[in-house]
């Protein structure tokens, strides 16, 4: 799957990126709620749960979205929902992260499900390594990689997915999608998700966010029991990161982002 990165800035602005008349989160969503849709095609994208593409146009902006509509909560052997991306895209606006596109919940051919926007123009961070492609600043790429397992480890998704992991080839920013199988109700962080840098910023974020908080935000997407367990994972995650900081020092542990 290909999604398009979105770049959170001051006062909820996006980047270029986007169409020019879109300069806010809100009037994205908006735009991906009410647009007519001139096309939805069902047999081109592949994975667990069969999205369809769907073309979109208002006025003189058209573009292109992922539309997931399975929702299979309850069946652990083959767990996924369309809820987990909304989930997904809720908890990355929370943290105040451009890891998740922009997606929302809308109503195509009598199935309701998740519509994100699509990427235009990406790299899977396997391909970019199959391809041997380095970033102009490889150290503030690795810097971004560190977030992007952060936020993984606390979606309870796979961390180090290279072939969710996108790149824009134009800007180097990095975005993580589907988390249709995510927030499993597992209160601990997988051993595969190794935590040992964070962004200063996100860790303090992090440190001070309440379970209350999270709950009102996410109450609609996830049940209760999957809202536990994801506080768990963000306290077990800053608890990490302050063991890292004791043994090594602040300096070592945590970054700033640029």
Not at 37 to 48: H, N, P, S, V, W
Not at 94 to 119: C, F, H, K, M, N
Not at 122 to 145: G, H, I, N, S
Request: with cysteine; glycine share 4%; aromatic share 8%.
């Amino acid at each position: 799957m290909r999604f398009l990165l979105c770049r959170l800035l001051l006062a909820g602005a996006v980047s270029g990126q986007f169409p020019s008349e879109l300069r806010t989160f809100k009037e994205i969503e908006a735009y991906l709620a009410s647009a007519p849709i001139l096309a939805a095609e069902k047999d081109i994208e592949t994975g667990r749960t069969l999205p369809w593409r769907v073309t979109l146009k208002q006025g003189q902006i058209q573009a292109r979205a992922l539309f997931k509509h399975v929702d299979r909560r309850t069946l652990q052997s083959s767990r996924h929902s369309y809820r987990y991306e909304l989930a997904a895209y809720a908890l990355s606006r929370l943290l105040d992260l451009d890891i998740v596109p922009p997606a929302i919940e809308r109503t195509i051919e009598g199935r309701t499900g998740s519509l994100q926007w699509y990427a235009e123009n990406c790299l899977t961070e396997r391909d970019r390594r199959r391809l041997k492609q380095d970033p102009p600043d490889l150290a503030v790429f690795l810097r971004r990689l560190e977030i992007v397992q952060v936020f993984e480890a606390l979606a309870a998704e796979n961390c180090g997915d290279q072939d969710d992991t996108l790149i824009h080839q134009d800007s180097w920013k990095i975005c993580r999608v589907d988390f249709s199988g995510g927030f499993r109700p597992t209160p601990s962080i997988a051993s595969a998700c190794v935590i040992r840098h964070c962004s200063r910023t996100l860790f303090h974020r992090l440190e001070g966010l309440e379970r209350a908080v999270i709950a009102n935000q996410l109450k609609r997407l996830l049940d209760p029991e999957e809202i536990d367990a994801l506080f768990r994972r963000i306290r077990q995650v800053v608890e990490t990161l302050k063991t890292e900081i004791r043994e090594k020092g602040e300096s070592a542990v945590l970054f700033d982002e640029k």
